[in-house]
């Protein structure tokens, strides 16, 4: 088909105008920073840009997304697009008062961006459900902390919120509980047996149930987090000005759904999936996410897919609530692979999911086998699972056993890792097969009475991550510029230069 003149001007002026918006933006002008961007060919967008070459309409579209401009409205400036079917340009013109007051803050404009992109923290949640509750707020008092962990490359790996009853406050009775649990609705958590109030600290147990009823509607999104501070329990002690006490404690670098920002862009886009948990990789698949732009999908019992989009709704029963999170999951790749559509994500995957026996078990391999997304997976020390073993102990008095739990995670581990080989002898893996890479393994026992994570573990963490951007950048870039030109603001891309001089990082064993 060939196109006149003015039609290939009308195509340049529309890019132009996009490549103008783009760069107001401080987001990528050039030629081969936009085909970087958008997974392009350098020459290929040169052309586009020029009109020498008319532009399919998912270039268009996926430019005009990266300008911040509607693509609705492009199409109709190009001609693709009736004028009368484009949303009018002032519907997407601010009005001057509201001009004025982005320019007022655009000294915080990161820090707006951050809190409107990124869900808030369980702990925050809850801290402001509870002061907005009148009584409540004059009930309880509330502080938040947060622990640092690593030595090398420190990361804030909890936030902590403490809820203590004022001077003068007495745990509320049952019966008054109960009423007002069901004055709150389904959402209120659900008051405990009476049988389980009556052994050990009972006033503990009626405090924690107010709390859960104040708080617990604003936690229905907030991705995995836990209540510290049982009695007979003692991990998070350090953490706390009483104890026994209430602690809503989140690691929120890998317990937070985070949506695509200005994500880099490989040749095919598929999705990594990370096999991991705090003691091996965790933080490794949330700190890879951050520096690559991408979302970050923590499977979990809340998560849904819901037009197309993997979302997190009302958390499920936990054992099956993250069955069925990876199933929707791995359902969501297999057609976004077949579509060929691109999905700049790292998905991380708890192995509690591979642990099921039976049929559930089968199934949940079987997902993992079959998935179109590049896997990572770090296989952890014996005495990295010692650790934690022992760290679940100090947590709480009614929990699975650590050494129950050990030979469940043995067993899923086990599974795991002869889906892995059997993925490694499969001709249909994506170019670059999978990553696996054996956690090195600490010199001693690691210290589980401290609520910090070892540094030990933190440290080889984020060597790990910056690992998997180097493979990536081998199998996923082919020749392009490197990916390390385009880190965003990141806790790896502001620990680059010690990173790149890192002999650890080289010493990881892959196998």
Request: hydrophobic share 45%; with cysteine.
């Amino acid at each position: 088909m060939t196109y006149s003149r003015e039609e290939r001007e009308r195509v340049r002026t529309a890019l132009e105008g996009c490549r103008a918006a783009s760069v107001a933006q401080g987001r990528p002008g050039g030629d081969s920073a936009l085909a970087n961007a958008l997974g392009y060919k350098a020459e290929t967008v040169r052309k586009y840009m020029l009109g020498e070459r008319m532009p399919p309409p998912r270039f268009v579209r996926a430019l005009a997304e990266l300008a911040g401009v509607s693509p609705a409205r492009v199409f109709a400036d190009i001609g693709w697009l009736p004028r009368g079917e484009a949303p009018s340009p002032a519907a997407y013109e601010p009005p001057p008062e509201l001009v004025a007051a982005l320019s007022a803050i655009s000294g915080i404009e990161a820090y707006v961006r951050g809190f409107t992109q990124a869900r808030l923290p369980a702990p925050l949640r809850a801290a402001a459900a509870l002061c907005g509750d009148r009584r409540a707020a004059a009930r309880f008092r509330v502080g938040l902390s947060h622990l640092v962990s690593g030595r090398e490359y420190p990361v804030s790996t909890a936030l902590v919120g403490e809820f203590r009853l004022t001077a003068g406050a007495e745990a509320l009775p049952w019966r008054e509980l109960a009423e007002r649990a069901l004055r709150a609705g389904p959402s209120a958590a659900r008051l405990p047996d009476g049988t389980a109030v009556d052994d050990g600290d009972g006033e503990h147990a009626r405090i924690r149930a107010e709390l859960g009823i104040v708080v617990s509607e604003s936690l229905r999104a907030a991705g995995e987090f836990s209540w510290q501070g049982e009695p007979g329990t003692s991990l998070w002690a350090p953490a706390a000005a009483e104890w026994p006490g209430h602690l809503l404690v989140q690691n929120c670098l890998v317990d937070l759904h985070r949506q695509a920002a200005y994500p880099w862009r490989g040749v095919d886009q598929r999705p990594l999936v990370v096999v991991g948990a705090v003691w091996s990789a965790a933080l490794t698949a949330a700190l890879v996410a951050d520096a690559l732009g991408w979302e970050y999908v923590p499977v979990s019992s809340a998560t849904e897919v819901d037009g197309g989009r993997v979302v997190q709704g009302d958390p499920l029963d936990r054992r099956s609530g993250r069955l069925r999170g990876w199933a929707v999951t791995a359902r969501h790749i297999a057609e976004r692979v077949r579509l060929q559509e691109n999905w700049p994500a790292v998905v991380l995957v708890k192995p509690y999911v591979f642990a099921e026996e039976g049929h559930y078990g089968h199934v949940m391999a079987d997902l993992l086998r079959e998935t179109g997304a590049r896997v990572v997976y770090v296989r952890p020390s014996h005495r990295h699972l010692d650790w934690w073993a022992a760290r679940r102990d100090l947590t709480s008095v009614r929990g699975t056993p650590g050494d129950v739990w050990r030979a469940g995670i043995d067993r899923a581990l086990e599974r795991v890792e002869g889906v892995l080989h059997a993925r490694r002898d499969s001709r249909g893996l994506p170019v670059g097969g999978d990553l696996l890479l054996t956690l090195p393994d600490p010199p001693r026992a690691l210290p589980a009475a401290d609520p910090r994570l070892p540094a030990h573990l933190v440290d080889h963490q984020v060597r790990c991550a910056w690992r998997i951007l180097e493979w990536l950048d081998e199998i996923a870039n082919r020749g392009r510029p490197s990916l390390f030109g385009e880190l965003r603001p990141s806790h790896l891309a502001d620990h680059a230069s010690r990173l790149r001089a890192d002999r650890a990082v080289r010493s990881l064993r892959t196998w």
